[in-house]
């Protein structure tokens, strides 16, 4: 997952998939629940907040820009999480890093509960972005233990859980809130996920399939100190004005910590985002599309509310 094609080619696993596939005795079908009860909780937990932005800031008593990082948190995390859980996954083993990032949502999702004020309810939507690496997991796991005829059906499906997780958050999420209460939203993907963790505790065997690397341990604090400061830029020029000192800084804070974040990327051997890679167009045109997608997306998630 978090290596290129050529440098796998170059760092044989210690174990050939076909080989850790031989005498193993997994239960596809249960496999198959297990992973996408995993997908659906992190689904359904990304979208299942946005209509109910409007009845948390009026609750909570804040400003709509300031709910929105409720959302925001909880994708950013995600973004810098999921390739380093997932090249964490390659080393140590896809079912015991499954089950902390679900750790970590349950986590999460526990504190979203408790949370009475916004800096706590941000903080616990960022510990859930640890989730966001359930899905490259799922994928490896799926492609280590299933049989070869079923791992394009299995990744198609937990690719599609991602989608329907996301539709049925933006659904459910009114009923529940005007039946119950906007902590309710978080008290039923709860349930989902511990499902999730008992089904993979006891029912996805640990692969012996291992892809020898390393951390980018300077690439994560780096793109997040970015991002962040992107985007804390874009939130105070909102309120502050464009053109004051705060706003300058942050934006000017935002272009230093990505630029060093490139130059480091270029440099380490097992980068976060393989910087190279977006020579090709097979990978930055896909990737703009993903992100223009994304503005469309998620910018209606926040607006229409």
């Not at 996954?89 to 015991?96: H, L, V």
């Not at 903080?123 to 799922?138: M, T």
């Not at 060093?260 to 090709?280: F, G, I, Q, T």
Request: hydrophobic share 55%; glycine share 12%; net charge positive.
């Amino acid at each position: 997952m978090s290596l290129s094609g050529k440098d796998r080619d170059a760092t044989e696993p210690e174990i050939s998939r076909p080989a850790a596939r031989a005498g193993r005795h997994a239960n596809t079908g249960l496999v198959i629940v297990f992973l996408s009860l995993a997908g659906l909780s992190y689904a359904v937990l990304q979208s299942l907040v946005a209509p109910a932005l409007p009845v948390m800031a009026r609750e909570l008593r804040v400003s709509t820009g300031g709910i929105s990082w409720v959302l925001t948190a909880y994708l950013l995390a995600a973004s810098v999480a999921t390739p380093v859980v997932a090249a964490l996954g390659d080393i140590f083993g896809k079912r015991r890093i499954m089950l902390l990032a679900l750790g970590g949502l349950v986590a999460g999702t526990l504190l979203a509960v408790l949370a009475t004020t916004l800096p706590l309810l941000i903080v616990a939507r960022a510990v859930q972005g640890v989730g966001g690496a359930i899905l490259p997991l799922s994928i490896g796991i799926a492609r280590d233990e299933l049989p070869p005829g079923r791992v394009g059906v299995t990744v198609g499906l937990l690719s599609a859980i991602f989608g329907i997780g996301v539709g049925l958050g933006i659904v459910l999420a009114g009923p529940i809130v005007d039946h119950l209460s906007w902590h309710w939203l978080f008290w039923f993907p709860l349930i989902v996920i511990v499902l999730a963790i008992a089904g993979t505790a006891a029912g996805v065997p640990e692969s012996p399939v291992r892809t020898p690397g390393r951390i980018d341990v300077p690439g994560a604090p780096l793109v997040s100190a970015g991002l962040v400061a992107l985007l804390l830029g874009v939130d105070r020029g909102g309120q502050c004005g464009w053109s004051a000192g705060r706003t300058l800084s942050l934006f000017a804070g935002a272009v230093v910590a990505l630029l060093a974040w490139v130059a480091a990327e270029l440099k380490v051997s097992h980068p976060l985002v393989d910087m190279r890679m977006l020579r090709n167009r097979g990978v930055w045109a896909p990737n703009i599309v993903g992100l223009t997608f994304g503005f469309v997306l998620f910018g209606s998630f926040l607006l229409i509310p």
